[in-house]
């Protein structure tokens, strides 16, 4: 990623068309405020003459824009958050300025609540959004508790502005929801490709989105036993489930999900690139955080058995459940 600094009153070193050359990607990978395809934004800022940036702002402002990049060029919406008198009303003026001036096209949305989003990350936000458990949305949203709610009684959305738009949730939750929605796409694909497996008496399954008050219940199983959680309010499981002191780690996490896709994929069908993808992804999310989740053994009918763990980030609420079976 590259970036250009131009002093007061300098010209516009590229063209417009050629910035946004490189700037396609499918899905934001990484806790950043600028979705690749709004990239525009930050390089119309680096690279825009003062001229250009007073068409779109007081001159003031683009003065101050100016004098930053001139010491260090703009990487982050929050870096030009930072520069004095720039507020929400001039980064709505510097994304009409991006796309006016071609940096940015139909697949960045904009600037949302200090969060550049591209038309990819709003969609599966919006999907996320309609479709999650209650549970894992308070999971998601730990400190947004009215938030949460309200996104539940208001759902469905259609657009990723009206969700930022409802009472409760800030510039911190939509990034929480960003982040929940778009962070783990390698490991989804490795999820999807161990779940599409042919395993019909041994086999594994798992899952990136559930709803752990329902797995925990217990009332969908023909039995289950073995119920150890961790992190958990005891209060919200059954009774006589063993609470475990200490949450997990990123090390438990990996060993388990590891575990489970070298068991479906026994006989080496899955393509190694997606099992590496998946797992680094997996590693990435997981490094440094602490997990609250649980084991449990459950069977349908006499003649089964499945072996469940799920793990839950403690600030994140960023989750995967894996599952093991076997029948007769």
């Not at 990136?208 to 199983?221: C, I, N």
């Not at 393509?271 to 490094?287: E, K, M």
Request: glycine share 8%; charged share 15%.
């Amino acid at each position: 990623m590259s970036f250009f600094v131009v002093g007061c009153g300098g010209i516009d070193s590229q063209e417009p068309s050629e910035l946004l050359g490189t700037q396609e990607a499918p899905l934001t990978e990484t806790d950043v405020d600028v979705a690749p395809e709004c990239q525009g934004i930050i390089d119309f800022l680096n690279v825009a003459s003062f001229q250009t940036l007073d068409q779109y702002l007081p001159s003031d402002v683009a003065s101050n824009l100016v004098g930053y990049r001139a010491l260090s060029p703009f990487a982050t919406l929050a870096d030009v958050s930072s520069v004095p008198l720039v507020g929400s009303a001039r980064l709505e003026q510097i994304e009409g300025g991006a796309r006016s001036e071609g940096y940015i096209g139909a697949s960045c949305v904009g600037i949302i609540d200090e969060l550049a989003v591209s038309a990819d990350d709003a969609s599966r936000m919006v999907s996320l959004v309609n479709s999650v458990s209650s549970t894992e949305l308070h999971d998601i949203l730990p400190y947004a508790w009215n938030g949460a709610v309200n996104l539940l009684n208001l759902r469905p959305f259609t657009t990723v502005e009206s969700i930022a738009a409802t009472a409760g949730i800030g510039s911190v939750s939509l990034r929480n929801l960003r982040n929940a929605a778009t962070l783990s796409d390698p490991l989804e694909d490795l999820i999807a490709a161990v779940n599409a497996l042919p395993q019909p008496d041994f086999g594994a399954i798992m899952a990136r989105h559930f709803d752990r008050y329902e797995l925990t219940t217990g009332s969908q199983y023909y039995s289950m036993q073995g119920l150890e959680c961790f992190g958990i309010d005891p209060d919200s499981l059954p009774y006589g489930t063993s609470i475990r002191s200490n949450l997990a780690d990123a090390a438990e996490v990996r060993a388990e999900v590891e575990a489970t896709v070298d068991y479906a994929n026994r006989y080496d069908q899955l393509p190694p690139s997606v099992v590496a993808q998946g797992l680094a992804n997996l590693d990435a999310r997981i490094t440094g955080r602490s997990f609250k989740g649980c084991y449990f053994s459950y069977a349908h009918d006499p003649w089964s058995g499945n072996n469940v763990a799920f793990f839950v980030d403690t600030v994140s609420g960023f989750s995967v459940l894996t599952e093991s079976y076997w029948s007769e």
